[in-house]
């Protein structure tokens, strides 16, 4: 379950603002696989990033600590992000299983989670590849591994599929829908290939930091989803765990947040690339360090 309630982000740059996300609400059910359109600078990647905790909103309330921000991308989100980011000459598996060890995952055990998804999206035959061997369109495919080895509740691609032809792009919007349906995470995809959006359960456009209906192009994806999930979703609140209280905005139109409940059971860790967050924008692969550098250097790089 991810919950946004009137969600504002203002970048201030040059003396100017911009309005990049100016009050949006959405509610994502789990097992719903949600397609998010929008032209260039309507505000998609930032609004990924402030459900991933990577960004703060505005006048939020209950912010999250750095810490508890790092925790919650761990454990709860799979971003895939608009370039691959992977590291260089480290294979394809170890490029998958990385999220797993900095969420410090055994190296066995990151190694047996990863495979089979890997598998899942077509590199069986290339566990050992690095990026340098792979094509465009097979590294974006280890970024999807990657971000689904950590079984997530909350799965968030923007533009996964750019680098994709469209079968394959085709066959990765499938695998979200059926990983969304089969585990039950919420599945926000941020998109502008139309037969792809066309296999969401939902579309969506977004235009100047708000959020519209899109209508369906031809086929209404209706998939079942398992909507019962609003209960669970909270119901991990009381555990003390879950949930992003990602902020407040909206200034007097009172309360806004994002909300994602873990739905109760475990959840496994997830892999948000978090403090590589913000701002890059080139594709591609780059250097590893080992897992504890890179987790501190996640910490303190969040914005
Ligand atoms: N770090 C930033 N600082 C200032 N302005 C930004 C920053 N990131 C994005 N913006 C601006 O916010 C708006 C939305 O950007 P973005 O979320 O990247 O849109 P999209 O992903 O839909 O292309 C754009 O006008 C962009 O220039
Ligand atoms: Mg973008």
Redesign the pocket.
């Known amino acids: 379950m991810l919950e946004l309630n009137g969600v504002v982000k203002h970048?201030h740059?040059a003396g100017e603002e911009?309005r990049?996300i100016d009050g949006v609400s959405l509610t994502i059910a789990p097992g719903e696989l949600v397609a998010l359109h929008?032209p260039?600078?309507?505000?998609?990647?930032?609004?990924l990033l402030l459900i991933a905790a990577l960004l703060k909103p505005k006048r939020e309330i209950s912010a999250l600590s750095e810490e508890q921000a790092c925790d919650f991308r761990f454990e709860e989100v799979g971003f895939v992000y608009q370039t691959t980011r992977l590291m260089a000459h480290a294979s394809a598996l170890e490029n998958a299983a990385r999220d797993l060890l900095l969420g410090q995952v055994g190296m066995r055990e990151a190694r047996a989670r990863a495979i089979p998804w890997l598998e899942r999206v077509g590199l069986a035959g290339s566990l050992t590849r690095t990026p340098e061997q792979l094509s465009g369109g097979e590294r974006q495919r280890v970024a999807i591994a990657r971000a689904l080895a950590g079984e997530p509740r909350l799965i968030l691609a923007d533009e996964p599929t750019g680098n994709l032809d469209s079968v394959r792009s085709q066959e990765i919007v499938e695998l979200l829908g059926s990983v969304a349906h089969e585990r039950e995470a919420c599945v926000l995809l941020v998109t502008h290939d139309v037969e792809a959006a066309a296999l969401a359960d939902r579309r969506l456009e977004?235009r100047d930091g708000t959020l519209h209906d899109a209508p369906a192009a031809g086929a209404s994806g209706g998939v079942e989803a398992g909507k019962g999930g609003v209960e669970a979703g909270r119901s991990g609140g009381e555990t003390g765990r879950s949930g992003a209280e990602a902020g407040r905005g909206g200034g007097e139109t009172g309360r806004s947040g994002a909300k994602a409940g873990r739905g109760g059971g475990d959840a496994g860790r997830g892999g948000g690339e978090a403090g590589r967050g913000?701002?890059e924008t080139q594709d591609s692969v780059q250097s590893g360090s080992s897992g504890a550098e890179a987790r501190s250097g996640q910490r303190a790089a969040t914005p």
């Not at 260039?40 to 609004?47: I, Q, V």
């Open positions: 970048y740059s911009v990049a929008g260039s600078g309507s505000g998609k990647t930032t609004l977004l913000g701002g």
